[in-house]
């Protein structure tokens, strides 16, 4: 593949602090469902009854990176228990606003059995971050340096690819961000780029919309979160489980949950929760796990 000319800043990295006594050994969940039971019968942390959503926001951007062609929008919930902010992407115009604000003064429990997927995640992203935070759990912590929209883009892009194994071949790439394309076409890596919302990539490849069909074509997995919110996430799991195949995911949707699944499939995660890289052109975080410094 034809090399990107894009450049990446450099980003610190440093050692995450010793884990939290909350949870010690993370069991590896094959299913978001069995996470979610373990939660409500206690086993993670604080009793679900007794927390509460405090506050329910959705944020709704729309992007274009200069010197890019195409622009994209993001839509994504987000909950908040205690000192924490749970998120979970959605299609923009997917949500209602009135399921927002029924979420707020809801507890978690019962927020874990809402009918809608991305609420459930939302709500379980923040109580898991609550009880174990990033900042105790996480192997390395990266610091995306303050800059422009395109800049932080590029910074985050080599933190996630940085997960992937150096050998891994072709990777299938769920939720196509372009920063990431450009940041595998720079070291000539091979991939294949997958989107349920279809469309083409800066380099007028098309974005295949069914995952499914493309796992015995891949060597590698590397996921958005928003796998999580949109159900298609278990299946990859299960498909990198069987096969042996190195699947990393990068989350702002989930990004407290998905570290629970490595062990069964999931290789590493590069978490980032609120407030994400595009929000703020200063300094901003990522939680990297299953990567020593």
């Known amino acids: 593949m034809t090399a990107s000319t894009d450049s990446t800043p450099a980003a610190s990295l440093s050692s995450a602090r ?18 979610s039971d373990a939660v409500r019968a206690g086993q993670h ?13 959705v944020t709704r951007q729309g ?17 908040r228990v205690d000192a924490a902010v749970g998120s979970c992407a959605v299609e923009p115009g997917e949500l209602p606003d009135e399921v927002v604000y029924d979420c707020v003064g809801a507890t978690v429990a019962d927020l874990l059995t ?7 995640v939302a709500a379980l992203d923040a109580y898991l971050m609550a009880q174990r935070p990033h900042a105790d759990a996480a192997d ?12 932080k883009s590029q910074a985050r892009a080599a933190a996630v690819v940085d997960l992937l194994p150096a050998t891994s071949g ?43 069909a493309l796992l015995d074509r891949c060597d590698a997995i590397l996921a958005s979160g928003m796998t999580l919110g949109n159900g298609t996430f278990e299946p990859l799991l299960a498909h990198a489980a069987a096969e042996g195949k190195p699947f ?12 629970w699944f490595r062990g069964a499939g999931l290789t590493a995660v ?17 939680y990297r796990y299953g990567v020593s410094g």
């Not at 909350?22 to 469902?33: D, E, F, I, K, Q």
């Not at 942390?45 to 926001?57: E, I, K, M, N």
């Not at 809402?114 to 459930?120: A, F, G, K, S, T």
């Not at 590069?270 to 990522?286: K, Q």
């Open 140 to 151: 390395t912590v990266v610091t995306v340096p303050a800059g422009s929209s395109l800049a």
């Open 114 to 120: 809402h009918p809608l997927l991305p609420v459930r």
């Open 45 to 57: 942390g604080v009793d679900p009854t007794r927390r509460q959503v405090s506050v329910g926001f």
């Open 18 to 35: 010793s884990a939290s006594p909350v949870s010690p050994a993370r069991p590896a969940y094959r299913s978001l469902a069995a996470l």
């Open 248 to 259: 990393v995911a990068f989350a702002q949707t989930g990004s407290a949950v998905l570290p």
């Open 170 to 212: 072709t990777v299938l790439v769920v939720g196509v961000v372009n920063s990431l394309l450009a940041r595998l076409r720079a070291a000539d890596r091979r991939y294949l780029p997958c989107d349920l919302a279809g469309g083409r990539t800066e380099w007028d490849e098309p974005c295949l919309p069914d995952a499914a």
């Open 63 to 79: 992007a274009r990176h200069a010197t890019r062609l195409r622009g994209y929008r993001n839509q994504v919930l987000s909950l």
């Open 270 to 286: 590069s978490a980032e929760p609120y407030p994400f890289f595009w929000l703020d052109g200063g300094p901003t975080t990522i």
